[in-house]
């Protein structure tokens, strides 16, 4: 059936998965996915986009947080608590943290294996 939107098939879909995969990475630091998913959204994908955002957190003038903002939330989301959050993190503590860095502030390390099926999971994090 050609009308089923598959995985990994559908360019709106990897994109979804490859924002919300950052956004949930800036806020809480670190995330755990599978090697899969890693893998299909590895450099330059993942890490690329992260250090872009970064990028746009040290200049920090109105453009880029609108561009920062295009790529973190959604439009139903930009009321909420969380948009408010992401760019309160991105923009304040990140922005300090990483002030003199000049790149490289993700990293993904090998975990262990799941549970249930036996899937290699991996550990995205910000780099201290």
Do not use: C
């Not at 939107?5 to 709106?12: H, I, L, P, S, V």
């Not at 009321?79 to 993700?106: H, P, Q, T």
């Amino acid at each position: 059936m050609s009308y089923i939107n598959k995985r990994g098939k559908n360019t709106a879909w990897r994109s979804h998965v490859l924002n919300n995969l950052v956004a949930e990475a800036i806020l809480h630091e670190k995330i755990k996915i599978s090697f899969s998913l890693a893998k299909h959204h590895r450099k330059p994908d993942l890490t690329e986009l992260l250090d872009k955002l970064i990028g746009y957190a040290k200049e920090d003038t109105l453009h880029s947080r609108r561009l920062a903002l295009r790529y973190l939330v959604n439009k139903k989301h930009l009321k909420d608590k969380r948009g408010k959050k992401l760019l309160d993190k991105l923009f304040f503590d990140l922005k300090e943290r990483y002030k003199d860095r000049k790149g490289g502030y993700s990293r993904i390390t090998k975990s262990n294996y799941r549970m249930g099926d036996n899937n290699l999971r991996v550990i995205f994090s910000l780099v201290p």
